[in-house]
């Protein structure tokens, strides 16, 4: 187990999605870096995921595991993100969506690539397919990362965009196998919580699906914060669920407004007026 000065918090977000975190909770558990703990993001579950929790802790006691939550009131992701970075103890803080599993080597190469000025974005990797994904939550089917099964499965049509799998250090290539890319993709993200404090975290104005993470992001430019791309290294593998819907022309409406903005600080984040941080 490899040690760093940083303390690690992964925080997870979820939401009705217990059968899918069970898997998940089992790639951490096979990282090769265990020196962390693990912030669940509750948006108001009511499928089980506590006693999913529960059990991870049975299994796993040498990784602490937090378990935040809020009463289901719609989309309320950016509350339950900002209660969960509270909670959380970590200097360095990793984010994921509660429908990937890891690559082995994920939290490692995360912390490998870490940098006080940027802002680390592996947005999102395979694709299983719905049948698929059916057969491996239910145990049917044994998943492997190994990039030869990842290509076995494309050819059986179980796993969409193999080669999001491989892992390519080298600067060289990777200049032309990973576009640099400059937006915030929530799935699979990390920083320093300076970065996160110094732009007052997620934006709790944001009640609905499409741009709370991009918002973020384009905060955290404007605060100078730069953006490198850990695809094709922090990998993941995404469970399939039912394209969420959004109302896009709306979104992309408010998009161009955040765009507009020239501001790093939100009003209603971390810190709230007439409220501290600690609050």
């Known amino acids: 187990m490899t040690k760093y000065r940083d303390n690690i918090s992964l925080i997870i977000a979820v939401y009705n999605q217990s059968r899918n975190l069970e898997l998940v909770l089992d790639s951490v558990r096979q990282q090769t870096n265990q020196n962390i703990e693990i912030?669940?993001?509750?948006?108001?579950?009511?499928?089980?995921?506590e006693k999913v929790i529960e059990q991870f802790r049975v299994d796993c006691?040498?990784?602490p595991i937090i378990f935040v939550t809020?009463?289901?009131?719609?989309f309320r992701k950016t509350m339950i993100l900002n209660k969960a970075?509270?909670?959380s103890r970590g200097d360095y803080l990793i984010f994921l969506d509660g429908d990937m599993l890891l690559e082995k080597r994920f939290i490692d190469l995360h912390l490998q690539y870490r940098e006080p000025s940027q802002v680390l974005c592996g947005y999102r990797g395979v694709k299983l397919t719905e049948a698929y994904t059916e057969k491996v939550v239910n145990g049917e089917k044994l998943f492997s990362t190994h990039p030869i099964n990842l290509l076995v499965q494309r050819i059986k049509g179980n796993v969409e965009n193999p080669m999001r799998g491989l892992i390519l250090h080298n600067r060289f290539i990777r200049k032309f196998a990973v576009p640099a890319r400059d937006s915030l993709s929530g799935c699979n993200f990390s920083l320093y919580r300076k970065a996160l404090e110094a732009v007052n975290g997620f934006n709790e104005d944001i009640l609905e699906y499409g741009f709370d993470d991009y918002e973020l992001g384009h905060r955290l430019k404007i605060e100078g914060y730069k953006f490198f791309n850990i695809s094709k290294m922090c990998n993941t593998y995404h469970l399939y669920h039912p394209t969420r819907k959004t109302r896009r022309k709306e979104v992309a409406e408010k998009i161009a407004r955040v765009d507009a903005s020239t501001n790093s600080w939100c009003e209603n984040g971390l810190s709230k007026k007439g409220s501290s941080y600690a609050s």
Do not use: L, N
């Open 39 to 49: 912030v669940i993001a509750d948006d108001g579950s009511t499928d089980g995921t």
């Open 70 to 74: 809020q009463e289901d009131e719609g």
């Open 85 to 87: 970075i509270k909670r």
């Open 61 to 63: 006691p040498h990784i």
